[in-house]
């Protein structure tokens, strides 16, 4: 018996085939149905639930395989009735994938039959509702659609299970909801750090499948500083992280104090070792604690594994307790489980505690799924978050179905396509840059119609995993909400509205005629979000501004070492009274109207993005800097235009022409030291490009400024040759490219290290 057939694929199919052959027959090849053993296969399946064709599923090949078997005397059996569902649950299935899955003659398409049902659970109303977000202008305060949708939902389980008003079936009989009960299905987890954070700040309880934020959050961050320090305790940015942690908590200016006059971890055994520092008997214990906990520790370094360490720390080392000891952090629990197992791996590959840092350093920070990282749980706790492909073949008394309205993948696609008619096709394009290849854009349009067959069976999937009530949840924005065309025709949320009589027009979405289905999500302010949550956690911002105005400014010099060129630019030319010459004005552009000094940079590094992106010969679209996303639409269309024609008048300049046909680098980022050997003083900057010829080394810094002044920037173009002439070892000339008049303008000046050192000190 072979279960889950759907799942598989052909050669699957032709393995099972060679197993089930007659023993008298020997034949080479693939045998045919007839010369297979009878009752010996028996296939269970359903073509409604395919939804692995990222690993080779082949749903066409368990259709195809019901009417082989039965057209040589096999059996099919035909079991339609859902024992799972509430029959009113079941009605609503019917309805919906009787229009989204109609029946085709295509064979990578389900066909659907209406299901029959059980008896229902007697006193038992099941909800189905659709949380929905219509598309809107986005104020600046506001919360983006998707976590307005985060937060709705989570307010919606902490009322219901707070409220006690949501009763489910268990066993036949009616209890009410918890936390439990509830579960989250999305189709991805690029937006779950969304929920894991509205319900740590509304202390709903849950579990997640697979964790993302594991390298973002404080625990890994905390952990990762104090095993650290066991093997570089000369790292002064993890001594100061550790002892301002939950492992120590000392205060700003005693953990300053200890950075001032110590030279690496916990080489000063007492805090009465600090010169003229007060401090207290409370900041002595905590200081000494930890002290003997990092040397006890240090010990077993080189004679306990890594997960043993980790272990130590855990528990041993107060964090678990601290944890514990506040509601609001139960959710960071389950990270030990994560982190533990990880460093497990690491073990049985023989690695020591030095190279398991270097992994954790790596992705410190990152939001990024760790593959095949799942922690098998005797138990869950709270809300379970999960994909729909990992839900497949479980229930839940409350399905969520949450994010519905992402439009899933999108991009270009492949630069080729396999398909049984075609073979491989191959995309390409004509010299006037048309698409060329009929053949591809005929088996990218079967792929395509294939992924639309399988988003229909991800939502079958995803709604029949609830028993008791079902809620879709979504939101439209301008990509999705054509029903009919593009990421809209493959939306879930479009499929369900589309089930339940939606003309594709957002506005009617509003009227009665969905009235029991529609719940609107709200808009909601970030000062909301703020101030919501537990009565702790709610402050009286009018009485904390006042205090924070009547505090005492504490002035702290800290050594910089440090600086970039543009900021080394700006101090010199402070030093030197120097003024832009504003007579010289150039060509204004349609942005200018409503681009502000805050933002013309981030313009001009947008500008720099798309020569890159040309200068690269790449087809990636270049995304507008975060900044401008609140724009008005109009706006944002300004700024794309004159973007891409700034960015045309460098490319189609002679000096572009004439230099651009050699080694080229954008975006080349430098550290040079320009300080003394035992002093030294170090300049990061980026060069917006550079050409290296046989002889010579050119730097192009491109400028969108509204008027001319190129001695403006002298000594950061100064820096820049110092630091190209050091890579390259050719002599260095550098130019300003002032993209409004298409003019370039060498700078030759030459500066003196010495007064630019002045300037710094």
């Not at 949708?149 to 902490?158: M, P, R, S, T, V």
């Not at 509205?198 to 625990?219: I, S």
């Not at 197992?341 to 992705?363: H, K, P, Q, W």
């Not at 911002?541 to 205090?547: E, G, S």
Request: proline share 3%; glycine share 6%; net charge negative.
């Amino acid at each position: 018996m072979i279960d889950e057939f759907q799942d598989n694929n052909q050669m699957q199919k032709e393995l099972l085939y060679l197993l089930a052959e007659k023993s008298k027959l020997s034949s080479s090849g693939i045998p045919a149905v007839e010369d297979l053993e009878p009752d010996k296969l028996f296939f269970v399946g359903d073509e409604k639930q395919s939804i692995y064709s990222f690993r080779g599923a082949d749903v066409s090949v368990f259709k195809g395989l019901s009417a082989e078997l039965i057209n040589s005397g096999g059996e099919s059996l035909s079991l339609n009735t859902n024992y799972r569902s509430e029959p009113n649950l079941i009605k609503f299935f019917n309805k919906i994938f009787n229009i989204v899955m109609k029946n085709s003659e295509e064979q990578y398409e389900a066909d659907f039959e209406a299901l029959d049902f059980r008896d229902p659970v007697e006193n038992l109303v099941p909800e189905i509702t659709i949380f929905y977000k219509p598309e809107t202008v986005k104020e600046e305060s506001s919360l983006n659609s998707n976590e307005a949708e985060a937060w709705y939902i989570a307010n919606f389980i902490k009322e219901k299970v707070e409220s006690k008003s949501l009763r489910i079936a268990k066993d036949g009989e009616l209890v009410i909801a918890g936390y439990d009960d509830f579960a989250i299905l999305m189709r991805s987890t690029s937006n779950q750090i969304m929920y894991e954070k509205y319900f740590r700040k509304l202390n709903v309880p849950c579990t997640v499948q697979g964790v993302r934020a594991l390298f973002m959050e404080a625990p890994v961050n905390d952990i990762y500083n104090l095993l650290q320090l066991l093997v570089y305790p000369d790292d002064k940015f993890s001594f100061s992280a550790l002892l301002r942690s939950p492992f120590v908590n000392l205060s700003d200016d005693v953990t300053g104090a200890i950075l001032l006059y110590g030279e690496s971890a916990f080489d000063i055994s007492e805090l009465s070792e600090l010169p003229d520092f007060p401090f207290t008997p409370k900041d002595s214990a905590k200081y000494n604690n930890i002290r003997d906990f990092y040397f006890g520790l240090k010990k077993k370094v080189d004679f306990v594994s890594t997960s043993e360490l980790i272990r130590e720390v855990w528990y041993e080392g107060g964090y678990r307790n601290y944890l514990m000891s506040n509601p609001e952090y139960h959710g960071y629990l389950e990270y030990y489980d994560y982190l533990k197992t990880l460093a497990a791996r690491s073990n049985e590959r023989g690695e020591c505690l030095a190279v398991f840092l270097d992994y954790i350093r790596d992705n410190l920070g990152l939001y990024e799924k760790l593959p095949d990282l799942e922690i098998l749980r005797d138990e869950t706790k709270g809300v379970q978050l999960l994909t729909i492909h990992k839900s497949k073949g479980l229930e839940f008394p409350i399905v969520i179905v949450a994010n519905t309205g992402n439009k899933g993948r999108s991009g270009g696609g492949p630069p080729y396509y396999i398909s049984k008619d075609f073979g491989i096709t191959l995309k390409y394009e004509s010299d006037t840059g048309k698409k060329a290849n009929y053949f591809y854009d005929k088996a990218k349009e079967l792929e395509a119609r294939k992924e639309l067959a399988e988003n229909k069976r991800i939502l079958y999937v995803a709604l029949t995993r609830a028993q008791s009530h079902l809620i879709i949840s979504g939101s439209h924005n301008k990509f999705t909400k054509n029903v009919e065309t593009g990421t809209g025709e493959k939306n879930l949320l479009n499929m369900v509205l589309k089930g339940i009589g939606w003309d594709g027009d957002p506005e009617s979405l509003k009227t009665d005629a969905f009235k029991d289905y529609i719940n609107l999500i709200p808009d909601v302010s970030e000062r909301d979000v703020f101030l919501s949550g537990n009565s702790r956690n709610k402050v009286d911002l009018v009485n904390i501004k006042k205090d924070y105005n009547r505090t005492e400014l504490i002035q702290r010099k800290a050594e910089r070492d440090t600086w970039s060129a543009s900021e080394i630019n700006t101090l010199y030319n402070d030093s030197i009274k120097h003024k832009p010459n504003a007579d010289i004005r150039l060509s204004s552009i349609n942005s200018d109207s409503f681009l502000t000094e805050d933002n013309y940079a981030d313009f001009g590094t947008y500008c720099h993005k798309i020569i890159e992106t040309k200068l690269k010969n790449t087809s990636t679209d270049v995304l507008l800097p975060s900044s401008f996303l609140n724009f008005q639409n109009k706006q944002k269309e300004i700024i794309e235009m004159d973007a891409h024609n700034l960015a045309a008048k460098f490319l189609d300049s002679a000096f572009a022409k004439e230099n651009i046909i050699f080694d080229s680098e954008s975006e080349l980022s430098f550290l040079l030291n320009i300080g003394e050997f035992e002093k030294p003083l170090y300049v990061n900057g980026q060069i917006d490009l550079l050409i290296e010829k046989k002889d010579k080394v050119l730097i192009i810094d491109f400028k969108t400024d509204k008027s001319l002044n190129p001695e403006e920037y002298g000594v950061q173009m100064f820096l820049y040759r110092e630091a190209a002439g050091g890579i390259f070892d050719k002599p260095v000339r550098s130019f300003l490219f002032y993209l409004r008049e298409t003019i370039e303008t060498e700078i030759v000046d030459d500066f003196f290290i010495s007064d630019i050192c002045k300037v710094l000190e």
